[in-house]
């Protein structure tokens, strides 16, 4: 005779179960989201993988990056670079003291910077010579002229793709590991 039905155990195993899923799932699409860097390869070495349960009801899977140049990787540089609408921190970076005032908002291509010290992306601080003030380093960089570095790079949306290429696969697994728990086992019975 069923004498009732041990929940807690049942939800305790089945997020147990889940969360092995959605690890699996994120170390998948962190070695999708490796695959597709091109520009900055440092970035492979700083994509970290945490898990979180949060009070019982809902299990993630965050992949971060706390370097700089994931940014550029995702979101492309200088005049390639994505426009506010597929880029989230565009309008803040035109707006901080990083954004060369010489530069363009509209076509956004990389320029010389004026005489002085400056505050560069990455948080660090550079001086310039003011040579090039002004000048179109993105030109000056494909012809040879200066640094290759200084060239524009395209967004790869590594992060985007890497979560968007494994959707089905994401869904199918969550969706697998709950059809297929043994609910069942949890009812409690009375042995006569």
Request: hydrophobic share 35%.
């Amino acid at each position: 005779m069923i004498t009732g039905y041990d929940s807690a155990k049942a939800a305790k195993d089945l997020e147990n179960k889940l969360a092995v899923e959605i690890t699996g799932l994120t170390k998948l699409v962190m070695l999708t989201a490796k695959s597709g860097i091109r520009y900055y390869p440092a970035v492979r070495d700083h994509l970290e993988m945490h898990m979180f349960v949060l009070a019982n009801q809902m299990i993630s899977g965050d992949i971060t990056a706390d370097y700089w140049q994931a940014w550029l990787e995702q979101f492309g540089k200088g005049s390639k670079m994505a426009d506010s609408s597929q880029n989230p921190g565009l309008i803040t970076y035109m707006n901080s003291e990083a954004w060369n005032r010489l530069r363009s908002k509209g076509d956004r291509i990389i320029v010389g910077r004026s005489r002085g010290k400056y505050r560069a992306i990455d948080g660090t601080m550079k001086e310039s010579g003011g040579g090039y003030a002004g000048v179109d380093l993105e030109e000056l960089a494909e012809r040879g002229d200066i640094d290759p570095s200084f060239r524009a790079t395209p967004p790869t949306y590594f992060l985007r793709i890497a979560i968007q290429s494994n959707r089905k696969r994401i869904l199918d697994g969550i969706s697998r590991v709950i059809t297929e728990f043994p609910y069942h086992r949890y009812f409690k019975e009375v042995k006569e």
